[in-house]
T-cell receptor, first 114, second 113 residues
Framework: SQQGEEDPQALSIQEGENATMNCSYK?????LQWYRQNSGRGLVHLILIRSNEREKHSGRLRVTLDTSKKSSSLLITASRAADTASYFCATAAYSGAGSYQLTFGKGTKLSVIP | SAVISQKPSRDICQRGTSLTIQCQVD?????MFWYRQQPGQSLTLIAT?????????ESGFVIDKFPISRPNLTFSTLTVSNMSPEDSSIYLCSATGEGTEAFFGQGTRLTVV
């Protein structure tokens, strides 16, 4: 079942601007991850934030997590045309027998205009 | 990290036929998964491929329609059986290692006519 809900569904910005995408979820999680997908191809893992972390950085990416509100945000700073893609949040929850299951949100389609 | 090779990358199939998608990982992984992604939509988990035993299917997916094999730690197949146009979608193979970070194949874009 779908857990993550991203907003906005689509975002169009100018190159150099910052892009912010939000994700909300419903149940307890072990961690939350963000993925990128270009044109219906395979997903690429961007960043993972654990449930006991509040903020994490990786290059131009900044992720926050608020477990009390069950929400996360992904900020891409100084966007580039090459950042154009769909971005998905995914929550990881323990599914038993030592394994975790990822549940993906609906995604935000980001367009960066040169 | 793991590199996943998935094939075919795309196919156009006649209704009523079956297609088998292969997924090969370049290293031993703990878990392998199969997802379906409708155009413009999110990923829906079809099943977890278990090594040497029957796959674990999610609600709405059954073994007769989507038989899955995983004969070893690095290889899995998904078959889409008795296809109809509603099966047109992108099918994605995924794997996780020690952690929960997932690696994905490039996907198989299936069109059923």
């Amino acid at each position: 079942s779908q857990q993550g809900e991203e907003d906005p569904q689509a975002l169009s910005i100018q190159e150099g601007e910052n892009a912010t995408m939000n994700c909300s979820y419903k149940t307890s999680i072990n961690n939350l991850q963000w993925y990128r997908q270009n044109s219906g191809r395979g997903l690429v893992h961007l960043i993972l934030i654990r449930s006991n972390e509040r903020e994490k950085h990786s290059g131009r990416l900044r992720v926050t997590l608020d477990t009390s509100k069950k929400s996360s945000s992904l900020l891409i700073t100084a966007s580039r045309a090459a950042d154009t893609a769909s971005y998905f949040c995914a929550t990881a929850a323990y599914s038993g027998a030592g394994s975790y299951q990822l549940t993906f949100g609906k995604g935000t389609k980001l367009s960066v205009i040169p | 990290s793991a590199v996943i090779s998935q094939k075919p990358s795309r196919d156009i199939c006649q209704r009523g036929t079956s297609l088998t998608i292969q997924c090969q990982v370049d290293s031993q992984v703990t878990m392998m998964f199969w997802y379906r992604q409708q155009p413009g939509q999110s990923l829906t988990l079809i099943a977890t491929a278990n090594q040497g035993s029957e796959a674990t299917y999610e609600s709405g997916f059954v073994i007769d329609k989507f038989p899955i094999s995983r004969p070893n730690l690095t290889f899995s197949t998904l078959t889409v059986s008795n296809m109809s146009p509603e099966d047109s979608s992108i099918y994605l193979c995924s794997a996780t290692g020690e952690g929960t970070e997932a690696f994905f194949g490039q996907g198989t874009r299936l069109t059923v006519v």
